[in-house]
């Protein structure tokens, strides 16, 4: 239930910023459409801890400003390569081994590396990820593992 529940705030919130209208029959009007979603939703039976994972919540606010940090960097980085030059870059892809125990968490780390500049992961198997990346110092950052244990982290795996 608490999952249906956060589904309908997310979904009433989502609307009230996206409409800008807040006279009380607009508003009626969403609590309606949100509520009619939510039980469609719930029939299909696509409410669960992998679709509004409410556990996430916390700890994801404590991920996503050191994401958003690493995603800053990373732009500096590439902009630099590309205006340089000599333009050194190595593209090459190599393989990694996730630390996650859940496909949610699998797919929030093949994001992050995806939006961070320099890499993006091009493929998710049962055996790990393959990875390109830009230069030698982006794959680097990736191999360090320090994302993968904060992914980690985010899931609920120390």
Not at 137 to 147: I, Q, T
Not at 148 to 153: D, F, S
Request: aromatic share 8%; glycine share 8%.
């Amino acid at each position: 239930m608490k999952h249906a529940g956060s589904l309908f705030v997310v979904l009433m919130s989502v609307w009230l910023l996206w409409s800008g209208h807040y006279t009380s029959l607009l508003v009626t009007f969403g609590l309606f459409s949100c509520f009619f979603v939510l039980l469609t939703v719930r029939r299909m039976g696509a409410v669960d801890s992998e679709t509004v994972p409410v556990e996430l919540g916390p700890r994801m606010l404590l991920y996503a400003p050191w994401l958003a940090w690493e995603v800053a960097k990373s732009n500096v980085d590439v902009a630099r390569l590309v205006l340089r030059p000599s333009m050194p870059i190595r593209p090459h892809l190599f393989r990694t081994r996730p630390g996650q125990r859940t496909d949610l968490g699998r797919v929030i780390y093949a994001n992050s590396i995806t939006l961070t500049p320099g890499t993006v992961t091009v493929a998710m198997d049962d055996d790990g990820f393959t990875i390109h990346a830009l230069t030698d110092d982006a794959a680097r950052g990736v191999e360090s593992g320090d994302m993968n244990r904060r992914v980690c982290t985010v899931e609920g795996n120390r």
